[in-house]
């Protein structure tokens, strides 16, 4: 029983198509997160909700665009593909509050060719 | 602008000897630490924390060490395992709202 799983695990698609990545926890978590790990590794925070409402917007095209239908799903869409948003995308939630964690999906492997 | 570092891209260590992984963070507003475990094509898996109240957290054979003033935390595995070969990721936040993750150290336990 999967705490924060995410679909699809693997995403090949052409530059300048549309594309969605769903995410669902079943933790009943208020808030959830987009993460983004490029080619250097790093795990670097997109989009961040707090039951329903976006609370953190990091530097992100505005061609990312995060829904978020109840406070268990958040789904991230990603309009005009291009070749630099090869990457992997995380899902992930926590309960807010200090000394709290963050559980992970398992991550889409986003390749735009 | 990256708050919290981690120098070492990756370290190999001998099985049944001690792993030592380092980490750096530059706001002093954060109040909780963590470590993350993640294996290829897997979602990190939380590993063990730290709160900024405290030194030293211990859970079997991980130990976190956090040095405020210095704002460095380490992760200390002891026995190494093969099985702890990962890539581990510190992290950090301020009322746990928004975690900072640095970029990872791929630990290699030779047997």
């Known amino acids: 029983d999967t705490a924060v799983s995410q679909t699809p695990k693997y995403l090949v698609t052409q530059m300048g198509n549309d594309k969605s990545i769903k995410c669902e926890q079943n933790l009943g978590h208020d808030t959830m997160y987009w993460y983004k790990q490029d080619s250097k590794k790093f795990l670097k925070i997109m989009f961040s909700?707090?039951?329903?409402?976006?609370?953190i917007n990091e530097t992100v095209p505005n061609r990312f665009s995060p829904k978020s239908p109840d406070k268990a799903h958040l789904n991230l869409h990603i309009n005009s593909l291009e070749l630099g948003d090869s990457a992997v995308y995380f899902c992930a939630s926590s309960q807010p509050g200090t000394g709290t964690e963050a559980f992970f999906g398992q991550g889409t492997r986003l390749t735009v060719v | 602008d990256q708050q919290v570092k981690q120098n070492s891209p990756s370290l190999s260590v001998q099985e049944g000897r001690i792993s030592i992984l380092n980490c750096d963070y530059t706001n002093s507003m954060f109040d909780y630490f963590l470590w993350y475990k993640k294996y290829p094509a897997e979602g990190p898996t939380f590993l063990i924390s730290i709160s900024s109240i405290k030194d030293k957290n211990e859970d079997g054979r991980f130990t976190v060490f956090l040095n405020k003033s210095a704002k460095h935390l380490s992760l200390h595995i002891v026995p190494s395992q093969p099985g702890d070969s990962a890539v581990y990721f510190c992290?950090?936040?301020?009322?746990?709202?928004?975690?900072?993750f640095g970029t990872g150290t791929s630990l290699t336990v030779i047997p």
């Open positions: 992290a950090a936040s301020t009322t746990g709202n928004q975690f900072y």
């Open positions: 909700y707090n039951n329903k409402e976006l609370i």
